[in-house]
């Protein structure tokens, strides 16, 4: 069955480096998000990608996030200069079509000390 | 802005106990509504979904009725298992737009 899957699964990082987290979706999907929850908390939209753009974002997403899929295949979330504040699960989900289910991953845990 | 509150955890059940998990929600239209599920080391997977008031959602013994009266979404299941133990997470999508309005979760530990 197909799946997506997200490396690394835990990341430990120094507060104030930069931090890439990667997901490979499901191979014919065309519709591409971000997701975090913070422990204790509620699962958070970050951001969706449509067409090699940014179709939507939420407040959280701002300019120390970026996304891209460089290759076709990949689709990355880089945080830049990361805070303790970062700190959290973040799940990547792809589907075929928006109204379509979405899959996700297993999700990276992002440990910023 | 849209919302979705579920009822705090953890839950102990034990094995072939009746589960109840509340799930509520404001939204400015009428969105769809999901139950995900995640297992221990796995990502977050679809267990039901209602579109409409008064559908019903069912998978794996578990199912959960479209309430618009009550904006309500509560997931049931008669008789669970060990294997239920989980993280439940109620969610909405409002438009077309795919994005999805998660809950906190709510962790389902079942004894034998």
């Known amino acids: 069955e197909p799946e997506v899957t997200q490396t690394p699964s835990h990341q430990v990082t120094q507060m104030g480096q930069e931090v890439i987290l990667r997901c490979v979706p499901i191979?014919?999907?065309?519709?591409f998000y971000w997701y975090r929850q913070i422990l204790g908390q509620k699962v958070e939209f970050l951001v969706s990608f449509y067409n090699n753009e940014i179709s939507e974002k939420s407040e959280i997403f701002d300019d120390q996030f970026s996304v891209e899929r460089p290759d076709g295949s990949n689709f990355t979330l880089k945080i830049r200069s990361t805070k303790l504040e970062d700190s959290a699960m973040y799940f990547c989900a792809s589907k075929y079509i928006p109204t379509g289910e979405a899959f996700f991953g297993q999700g990276t845990r992002l440990t910023v000390v | 802005g849209d919302s979705v509150t579920q009822m705090e955890g953890p839950v102990t059940l034990s094995e072939e106990a009746f589960l109840t998990i509340n799930c509520t929600y404001t939204a400015t239209g009428y969105p769809s509504l999901f139950w995900y599920v995640q297992y221990p080391g796995e990502g977050l997977q679809l267990l039901l979904k209602?579109?409409?008031?008064?559908d019903k959602g069912s998978n794996k013994g578990f199912e959960a009725t479209y309430r618009k009266e009550t904006t309500s979404f509560h997931l049931e299941k008669g008789s669970v298992q060990v294997s239920d133990s989980a993280v439940y997470f109620c969610?909405?999508?409002?438009?077309?737009?795919?994005?999805?309005?998660f809950g906190k979760g709510t962790k389902l530990s079942v004894k034998p």
């Open positions: 191979s014919n999907h065309l519709y």
């Open positions: 969610a909405l999508r409002e438009g077309s737009q795919g994005n999805l309005i």
């Open positions: 209602a579109t409409k008031a008064d």
